[in-house]
C-alpha cells in the first residue's frame, strides 16, 4: 500500500498594528527551542537579529492550528482576530514529520527570493517566498508556533510579532 504524503504551505502578509503570545506542547517538549533555532539560524545568514519565544504568540498559534488541523487544507486566520501578528502555515498528510522539517520548506524558499521591495500590486511572487520572507522581516522580533495533530495529519502554525511581508517593505 503506497502512502501519499503532501506538505502544505501558506503565509499571510502583514497587516500594520499590535502584538501578540507560546506554550509547551505535548509531544514537542522543545518545540520554542527548536523554532527559535530555525528561525535565527535562517536570520542570521542575511545579518539579521535574533527572534525571542512569546507564549502569547504561542498560544494564539495553537487555537488557529486545532481549528485547521480538523479541516482539509490550510487558510489564514483573519487579520481582525490576530491584529499585529503575522502568520506562516504549513500542514502535512498522511505522514508525520518534525517541525523542523515543517520549517525547511519555508527556508527553501530563500532559493527563489530576490531582494526588493514587497509589491502588493502583484503578489504572484509571494507565494513563492512569502515564508522565508515573513521569517527573515527585519522587524519581527518575537515568534510563537504551534503543532496540531490528527489522525494522518499534522499542523505547524507561526505567529510573528511584529509582523513582516508589509507593502513596500524589505525583509532587510
Known amino acids: ?57 504561542a498560544r494564539h498559534a495553537q487555537v488557529w492550528a486545532d481549528r485547521l488541523v480538523s479541516g482539509p487544507g490550510l487558510e489564514h486566520s483573519p487579520h481582525t482576530s490576530r491584529p499585529g501578528e503575522g502568520e506562516n502555515l504549513a ?9 523542523t522539517a515543517m520549517f525547511s520548506g519555508w ?3 530563500g532559493e527563489r527570493y530576490r531582494y526588493g521591495p514587497l509589491n502588493c500590486a502583484d503578489l504572484s511572487g509571494l507565494g513563492r517566498t512569502g515564508h522565508y520572507t515573513q521569517v527573515i522581516w527585519k522587524g519581527t522580533r518575537r515568534i510563537g508556533c504551534a503543532v496540531a495533530y490528527a489522525a494522518a495529519s499534522e499542523v505547524l502554525v507561526c505567529r510573528y510579532g511584529p509582523p513582516g511581508n508589509l507593502c513596500g517593505g524589505t525583509p532587510y
Open 1 to 57: 500500500m503506497k502512502t501519499s504524503v503532501a506538505i502544505l504551505y501558506s503565509f499571510a502578509i502583514g497587516a500594520p498594528a499590535l502584538c501578540a503570545p507560546a506554550v509547551a506542547q505535548e509531544g514537542r517538549p522543545d518545540l520554542a527551542g527548536e523554532m527559535v533555532r530555525d528561525h535565527n539560524a535562517l536570520r542570521a545568514g542575511v545579518g539579521l537579529p535574533p527572534v525571542i519565544w512569546d507564549e502569547a504568540l
Open 91 to 99: 500542514r502535512i498528510d498522511g505522514a508525520h514529520a518534525s517541525a
Open 107 to 109: 527556508a527553501r524558499e
